[in-house]
Nanobody, 116 residues
Framework: QVQLVESGGGLVQPGGSLRLSCAASGFRFSLYAMSWYRQAPGKERELVAA????????NYADSVKGRFTISRDNAKNTVYLQMNSLKPEDTAVYYC?????????WGQGTQVTVSS
């Protein structure tokens, strides 16, 4: 079965950096686009970044462009989100996502808190 396991979240000061990882299993990772979403308290889940199956194309929410970078290692079945210049408004639970046969799969999420 599809399994997505996020890691790398934590508490960081404004201006700091974090690198999130999502380890995938249960499907042919290299065939699927992958995405990162986030959900802040009281807000809807929003798309942060996405990457095509081979990594050739990426897309970002306007709010993170120039600060976040999505990448993947198909040999390791892992997708990453490098987050730089973090702001308090980046505080949220970050989720890894794959859509496979019209079904959405999510990890358990990893908490990112940006605070001084």
């Amino acid at each position: 079965q599809v399994q997505l396991v996020e890691s790398g979240g934590g508490l960081v000061q404004p201006g700091g950096s974090l690198r999130l990882s999502c380890a995938a299993s249960g499907f042919r990772f290299s065939l699927y686009a992958m995405s990162w979403y986030r959900q802040a308290p009281g807000k809807e889940r929003e798309l942060v970044a996405a990457i095509t199956n081979a990594g050739g194309t990426t897309n970002y929410a306007d709010s993170v462009k120039g600060r976040f970078t999505i990448s993947r290692d198909n040999a390791k079945n892992t997708v990453y989100l490098q987050m730089n210049s973090l702001k308090p408004e980046d505080t949220a639970v970050y989720y890894c996502n794959v859509v496979r046969f019209s079904n959405n799969y999510w990890g358990q999420g990893t908490q990112v808190t940006v605070s001084s």
